[in-house]
């Protein structure tokens, strides 16, 4: 059974998590600038087993897609082309910035760290895929 992979996609840069091989935890691995994702996710499947990736899906409070979905469907669609054989899962990501926000402060994470945006988008993106290993559409997969 190869990893999940999460991605948290950024106008500047774009947080990126992973499971283990078990598909149980899922763990920040890097944040890398939204110019690179492509080279670094081919770089890291050639590397380690990938299943599917996972991309963070922004909506609105009624649940409509949101705009930031203009810039990430074109970066998305080059990881596509780089990756033909690769699933590619769009996932609800609303509020994953603000309960990122949440853990650092009860993590007793410094002001100074949580200013970090860097730091928010791979904990981001661990939170899509953990709400993702969470959610029905993963648990109903044959």
Do not use: W
């Amino acid at each position: 059974m190869g990893r999940l992979l999460s991605i948290d996609y950024g106008r500047r840069r774009c947080g990126i998590a992973v499971t283990d091989t078990l598909r149980i935890v899922a763990s920040g691995l890097a944040t890398v600038d939204t110019s690179r994702l492509v080279a670094f996710v081919k770089d890291y499947v050639a590397r380690e087993p990938v299943d599917a990736i996972i991309v963070g899906y922004p909506t609105t409070m009624r649940g409509e897609e949101s705009d930031s979905m203009r810039y990430i469907r074109p970066g998305i669609g080059q990881l596509r082309k780089a990756l033909p054989g690769m699933e590619i899962i769009f996932f609800d990501e609303r509020f994953t910035s603000a309960i990122a926000h949440r853990a650092m402060l009860d993590g007793g994470m410094k002001k100074m760290a949580r200013r970090d945006k860097a730091i928010v988008d791979e904990i981001s993106a661990t939170i899509i895929l953990n709400d993702y290993l969470q959610s029905r559409q993963y648990n109903s997969l044959p």
